[in-house]
Every structure is written in C-alpha cells, then in structure tokens.
Nanobody, 126 residues
C-alpha cells in the first residue's frame, strides 16, 4: 500500500523560504495526481498545489507565484518549494494522492484524495 512521508517543515520569518518533500513508497500505479494541502489551527484543509500525472500543475490564488510543486520521479519525491512566506501560510502541511478517475477540476479539494501523509508543521512569524 502506498505510504507518504512529509519532511522539511520548520519555523521561518515572513519573507523566508522552505522546501517540503514527500517521499512515497511507490509512485507507480493509479495516481491521477498528487497534491499538497495545509490546515491551520481551527480551520479546514485547503489545497495549495496539485500535480497531475502529465505534469500540469494548479495553485490557488493565495499562493500563486510563491509556491511551486514538482516531482522528482527518479527518487519518488514530491516537492513543494515555498518562497516569500507569510504568517497566513502557517499550518500543518500534508501530501496526498488521488487515484485514477479523480476530476482535475477538483484537484485542490480534499475529497478526492485517499492516501495522506502524517503532515509537517510550518510556522511563519511576522
């Protein structure tokens, strides 16, 4: 069974950068897309970046131009590069996988994802 393990979280000041990694036990099989989500204290889980099997990516307006999702296929690692971080980016960041049949138009919503990592904390101070 696919397992996802995130790393790279930490504490930075506003304007700083962090690089998150998601190591997968197996990126083969029916992976329609992979994504990063975050959850702030007391709030729901929101998508911040999604990567479709063919390399197409999507981001919400709140992080567009600051976050970049990519995949190192040789190492089975999904990466989220986060630049110009803001205090509102604080939260627990999760890596997730959606299987074949997932609607790409809903790629930034959590409902289509059936495998999740344990999360890594990102804290941005002002």
């Amino acid at each position: 069974q696919l397992q996802l393990v995130e790393s790279g979280g930490g504490s930075v000041q506003a304007g700083g950068s962090l690089r998150l990694s998601c190591a997968a036990s197996d990126y083969g099989g029916s992976n329609a897309c992979m994504a990063w989500f975050r959850q702030a204290l007391g709030k729901g889980r929101e998508g911040v970046a999604a990567y479709r099997r063919d390399g197409v990516t999507t981001y919400p307006d709140s992080v567009k131009g600051r976050f970049t999702i990519s995949k190192d296929s040789a190492k089975n690692i999904l990466i989220l590069q986060m630049n110009d971080l803001k205090p509102e980016d604080t939260g627990t960041y999760y890596c997730a996988r959606a299987p074949d049949g997932t609607d790409w138009r809903a790629a930034l919503g959590p409902s289509g994802y059936n495998v999740w990592g344990q999360g890594t904390q990102v804290t941005v101070s002002s």
